[in-house]
Structures are given as C-alpha cells and as structure tokens.
C-alpha cells in the first residue's frame, strides 16, 4: 500500500515539475468542491489534483471528462465515476487491488521467463480487467509464434486479503499446429524442389521433431517471402515479387497448407553498367575495380548489393565517411536489359548517436556488434547496416532481425534499433546407418554454434562402427582476440579395424589449431597445425593370411608423430551450402609435414564442383578432384598418408578397391596405396516424381572416371631378397550409375548402384555402395 501511495504521490510530483502553476485561492477553494468516495489507499488531495477547473472557479463538462481520463490513466483505479450534484462534484473510486504475485500454470512448452516478458502485469503493479484481458492475447500470440493456435488462457484472481491478490494464468497447451503441405503457384523458372531449399518453413517428415521447421510461424513465414524474393532478384527476375503467403488450416491433414504465391516477371541481363560520381575530388576510376557486376552477365541483385557494400567500404577509407552509393536501373523492357548507374553523392553529415538492440535473451551484445564495420560515433552509411544486417542473418542465431532508424538527440544524430527474435542454436543427434567403409555406424553429437551466447561453437562427437570407432572434440571462436580471424582447437582419436578390404587396422589421435582468415564473402583461407600419432596395427588373424610386404613394413616400423602445417583456400558462390542448385565450390588443400616429428612430406589436393540448375528441378553438377603426395629429405610417404582408391573417388568399386596393389602370391593382395589420384564425375539430381517434397529423397544418374597410382613406398623386405610384384600404373576406372539421397535431419543418406564400365584385372568392385554423412 505504501508502493501505492508513493506512485501517487509521485504522479502529482512529475505533474508539478513539467510546469504545473501553483493553485491559486481560486483553484483551491474549487476543488474543495470535490467529494472523494471509496478511497483507501489514496488520500484524497492526490485525487482532488487531477480536477483543474475553468478561471472562474466552476467545473464545466470538458474540466469534469478532463479529471475522469487523468484519473482512469494513473491504472490505480478499477473504476472511477463523477456525480455532479449542485456545483459539488462527488468521485466514486473503486481501487485496484495490488499484485503480490503473478504465475503461470500448464505451460509445458513456453517458459515462465518468456510469459513474463509478454505480459503487462506484474507484481507490486495493480490489476486492471483490460490489462488482464490485453495479457490473455499476448500469451495467446506468443503460442502462435511457437506453431501452436489450439491453446487456451484463462485468468485466475486468488484474494489475499486486505486488497492484495494473486493473478495466475492458466495455460491449457493443445497439439502444435504445423506445416503439412508446401505449394508455389507462379514459378515456371525454378521447381518446387529449388524453392523449398530457400525458405526456413519445411513440411512435417516424421523426423521433423529434430528439427521444429515444420511449425508454423508467422515471422518465419514473413522472412520465407523475402528470401524467394531474393533468391529470384540473385537469377535475373529483378521484377520478381512473392506477392501472396496463405496459411490455410486444412482439418482433415491436421495442419496447415502453405502456399506462396510468385510473381516471376521476365529474366534481365546487366546493359551498360556506369560509375557516375558527384563528389569533388574522388577519381571514379580507383573504384571500378571493386565492380562485381559485368555487362551481358545475368542480372544478380546480390551481386548489385555487395558491390554497394564495397564501394562504401572504399570510400570510407579514402576519407569520403558521409558519400553514399544510389544505384539507379533503367529496365529496356524489349530487349530484357538493366542498365546501371552507380550514383556517389556527398550524404548528410549524419552521425550514429548510438545503437540500441533489444530482443537478445541469452546472445550477447558484444557478439552482435561485431557484426557492423560501424560504431557509435562514427558517420551513418546505409551500405555498412545493410551489410551487418545480411551478417547476423548468416549466423543463424536469429528468427528475425529488423535494423532501423529513430531520431537523435540532435537533426545530425540518429539511432540504429536492431531488433532480434533469437532461435535455438544447440543440437543433440543420435544417428545410425550402414557404410560400406565403416560398417554399422552409430554417431552421437552435441553442440552448440552460440556456446553461452557468446558466439563460440563447441561439439562433441562419439563414433562407433562395426570397423570404426572415434571421438572428436572441438572448440572455435569466429573473432580470436577481437580481430576478424577465427581460431579454434580440434582434439580427436580414431581407430580401424581390419576387414575384408583391408587387411591391418590404423590408430590416429592427436589435437589440431586453426585460424581462419576471410579475404571477402565468397573467399577464405584456413592456416592450420596439427600433431598426431598413427601407427599401422595386425592382428594374429591378418598376420596369420600374410599380409602384403609392403602392410608388414608400415606395421613395424611402430607409432610415428605427424607434425604438420597447413592451409585451405575455399571459394564458394554456392546458392545453398546444403542443398545447392547453381554456383561453384573450389577448395584447395596443402600440408607440409616435417617440422619435427617422424615423417616428412607435402601432400596438395583440390576439389572442385559447379552446380547449374537446367529447369523443372533437374540440377546439373560436374566435379573434378586431384591429389599429389612425395617425401622430402630423404624420407618416404607413410602408407597411412598415401591415397587410396575407392567409392569416394569412382561409384562402384570397393574401399581400396583400385589404385597400386601388392600382388605377390601367398599375400592378402592390399592396396598400397598411390602418391597421385584424379577423379571426374557428371551428374544429373532430380526430385522422384510421385514422392513429396518434404521427404527429402533425390535421385541422381552419374558418370565417374579416376584412377590412383604411382607406389613410392619399398618394394623389398628388410632382411629380405624378397621383392613386391607391384601392380602401379595409371589405369583409368570408370562406372555408370544411379542414386538416391535422403536429407535427413542427420545429414546426407545415400544408397548407390554402379557397374564398372573400365577396370583393372585385380580391382575388387562392389556395385552396390551405402554412406552416411550424419553430419
């Protein structure tokens, strides 16, 4: 009560300060018209204050309705109503009572932190009926973002006594209302396949429990438009435009369908790109290398955009913080081209007073910060927000997020409002399967990409398989020591066991650092070092089928440590890093072994592939992959580190099923490995007709060719006369087949036939071929 009082009492305080006048003689004398009923927390000076009468002492209408909404807004009162009798003015008061507390019942799946946050009643507050009621549809929209609209709220108000009262809102939770069905209606360039890859919103699987993206949420939806607009602008539909998504609750499948409806318009090309600049002193020249976008190439807004990002970005440097890019199109309609005028104008000198950012729950706020190349201070440039905008999206830490501008304290100061709706970031996955290379394979993981909310991503993998067993423990931050380079630390063990396709078991453990180095979005460089043990292992049973010279050589020669650096070079303009349909990934790989250690070697490999998508879902993809080992200072390659042929390299063939082979009778035959390899692949991905889309299933015809060769290890056997009869050449294998892929929640499941079309005498094929890639 005393809370209340004090409220009250300061009301009249805040009121005095903004420039009340004291009451005259007048003033005070009218209000000592007023009769205060049914007050008894407030006194009733504090209710006569909000009655101001006319300059002649009288209260009219308007001064009556005046003094009934001030009161009604102070939220100390269920009710309040003025009965006038004669020029007496009588108040009929009836005070809410006070919150002790307010709490949640029933709720399962929401938080009480979250509730709390949405609702307007809180403890030591008073209760109003319409907050109340306001709080109910709060609750109610918080379940509706979670996917669930079958839930109930029904407020419960428990007296205490002495108008005190418990307010507890009863939560009944009905089933999650998901996505069941996803359509497009409009798209001729791009299938179902390709657009559902773009959006976050995924139909229910039975799996779908690991992975929430078939609840529907209505943000998620909001942000599913913009990215198919986006995704269309980045293939030359600069007019294209997501003009309609209908969520229909469909009761016989339970769930809603989604459907969104496109508006294509015609496919552009880039016309006459120009630097036009409007800025004394600046030579448009110095910038037209940063231009990403060519005349005669395929419209690409994303394109458009980071070029904007890195014009701002240079003239900043330059010393122009205030000049501004403005591209400006011109649409030839008949000739389907864009031309481009890249305007730089001299801005408002504009300042960012500060930048607020709410809705960040457990991220924390240093992590979003790093993301702008702008700070408090320094001069507004809307390429910089749009870019740190696209950067908190790619982290994937964020349902939504919305920048926007609010006044300053001055005309040259503004406010940049950065609100968040954050999203789950841990994960917890058991997976199972079958691999031809591993056997029966199960793997647990957990982790998290914002460890703390920090932005530090931690995992844990656990590997067990019928020939495989292994642990991985790593650790990474994005931004080491407040810099743009990325750091992280890898500890692992793995152990093989010998099989049909191999005769001996390896062990490998050891620990990896890395630092990561971006050049720009589409560029980056790994340095590494790593230290590790490995060591060739037979047992009684492979000692007992002779092994190959070449196996019994590498066993004894015992554990060796590995000490290596290293670097990856990787670019990337992939339209979808999971699912891609058109785009290239190149990576290139190098590691020198040598500095310290037992072995010394350089090994360099690449992988490249180039997606291209050739209409009504059917995605085209060529790859080509290489790799060349040798030993230095006098030293040979470890068999462990050679290269082996198998299912990786050409579909078809057996894990160390090609490449050089002890062939000397009496032996188990192993591969021993090559210190060259190449390999090609052409393949054709589609979705199966007849199979919904949200399984997840895709078939695929392929052509592969490779071949690995070249033994550079021993060919005799210490002690020995005895020589190996190698077989070393440079053979090509090559295989046709089909597959098919099922983009599980844990990863890529793909089942393979392929029938070798050329091969070696001594090969070991095997058509049929399983791998798992749970993560």
């Not at 907050?131 to 996917?147: F, S």
Request: net charge negative; aromatic share 8%.
């Amino acid at each position: 009560m005393a809370a209340l009082v004090s409220a009250a009492l300061a009301l009249c305080s805040v009121s005095a300060l903004a420039g009340e006048a004291p009451a005259s003689d007048i003033e005070a004398k009218a209000r000592e018209l007023v009769t205060v009923q049914g007050n008894r927390r407030i006194d009733i000076a504090t209710v006569r204050s909000y009655f101001h009468p006319t300059p002649d002492g009288r209260f009219d209408e308007a001064a009556r309705d005046d003094a009934l909404k001030a009161l009604l807004a102070t939220n100390l009162f269920d009710k309040v109503t003025i009965e006038r009798t004669g020029e007496q003015l009588i108040v009929h008061l009836a005070e809410a009572p006070v919150l002790d507390h307010v709490a949640f019942e029933g709720n399962r799946k929401i938080k009480d932190t979250e509730l709390s946050a949405a609702v307007d009643s809180k403890p030591r507050g008073t209760l109003l009926r319409a907050m109340v009621q306001g709080d109910v549809d709060h609750i109610l929209e918080v379940y509706r973002h979670a996917g669930r609209d079958d839930v109930s709220v029904r407020p419960e108000i428990i007296d205490r006594g002495h108008d005190r009262v418990d307010l507890v809102y009863v939560v009944t939770e009905g089933a999650k209302t998901t996505v069941r069905q996803i359509e497009f209606t409009g798209n001729k360039a791009f299938g179902k396949r390709q657009l559902s890859a773009v959006i976050k919103t995924s139909a229910t699987t039975f799996l779908s429990f690991l992975t929430g993206g078939d609840v529907y949420d209505p943000d998620r939806v909001a942000g599913d438009r913009e990215q198919l607009r986006t995704y269309y602008r980045s293939k030359g539909y600069a007019d294209a435009s997501v003009t309609n998504a209908v969520a229909e609750y469909d009761p016989a499948i339970h769930g809603f369908t989604l459907t969104f409806s496109i508006d294509e318009g015609p496919l552009y090309r880039f016309g006459d790109v120009t630097l036009v600049c409007n800025v004394p002193g600046l030579d448009p020249e110095k910038l037209r290398r940063l231009l990403l976008v060519r005349s005669g190439a395929l419209f690409d807004g994303n394109a458009l955009d980071k070029t904007d990002e890195l014009l701002a970005l240079e003239l900043s440097r330059l010393g122009y913080p205030f000049a501004q890019v403005k591209p400006r199109t011109t649409r030839d309609a008949q000739s389907q081209h864009i031309d481009v005028a890249l305007v730089i104008d001299q801005g408002a000198r504009t300042y960012v007073e500060r930048i607020d950012i709410h809705g960040n729950t457990r991220t924390r706020g240093y992590v979003i910060r790093r993301e702008f190349d702008i700070a408090e201070g320094d001069a507004y440039n809307k390429g910089l927000i749009d870019r740190a905008e696209r950067r908190l999206k790619n982290l994937n830490y964020f349902k939504t997020i919305k920048i926007t501008n609010k006044p300053g304290s001055a005309p040259d100061r503004l406010i940049l409002d950065v609100e968040l709706v954050e999203q789950q970031t841990g994960d917890f996955s058991v997976a199972g399967g079958y691999s031809t290379v591993d056997g029966l394979l199960a793997e647990v993981k957990v982790g998290d990409s914002n460890f703390m909310g920090t932005g530090d991503t931690v995992k844990s993998t656990l590997t067990l398989g019928q020939y495989t067993q292994g642990v991985d423990l790593s650790a990474s931050e994005p931004y080491f020591l407040g810099t743009k380079v990325s750091a992280g630390v890898d500890f692992f063990a793995r152990n093989t066991d010998s099989s049909s396709y191999q005769s001996y078991g390896t062990q490998n453990y050891g620990a990896m650092i890395m630092f990561g180095t971006p050049v720009n979005d589409q560029l980056g460089v790994q340095w590494r070092y790593s230290i590790a043990r490995q060591n060739v292992t037979l047992d009684p049973a492979s000692l007992a089928a002779a092994p190959s010279l070449a196996i019994q050589q590498a066993a004894l020669a015992g554990p060796q440590w590995v000490s290596a650096v290293g670097d990856t070079v990787t670019y990337s303009t992939l339209d979808n890093a999971k699912n891609p349909t058109s785009g290239l990934n190149a990576q290139l790989k190098q590691d020198l072994a040598g500095l310290g250690g037992d072995v010394n070697f350089l090994r360099t490999t690449e992988d490249v592939r180039y997606y291209q998508s050739l209409g009504n879902d059917l995605t085209g993809m060529v790859r080509a992959q290489g790799g060349y080992i040798t030993g230095w200072g006098g030293q040979q390659v470890p068999l462990i580190d050679s290269f082996f042929g198998g299912p990786s390299l050409v579909r078809g063939f057996a894990p160390n099923g090609f490449g050089p082979r002890d062939l000397t009778p009496g032996t188990t035959m192993d591969n021993v490995g090559g210190s060259l390899y190449w390999a090609t692949t052409a393949e054709l991905q589609s979705p199966i007709p007849g199979v919904p889309q949200e399984y997840g299933l895709k078939a695929s015809a392929f052509v592969d060719a490779g071949s690995v060769f070249r033994y550079v290890g021993s060919t005799t056997f210490p002690g020995s006369s005895q020589s190996l009869q190698l077989a070393n050449g440079n053979i090509v294998r090559s295989s046709v087949g089909v597959g098919l892929t099922w983009g599980s929640p844990f990863g890529g499941l793909t089942v393979s036939y392929a029938v070798p079309v050329t091969k070696a005498s001594y090969d070991v094929v095997q058509p049929l071929g399983f791998s798992a890639s749970p993560f």
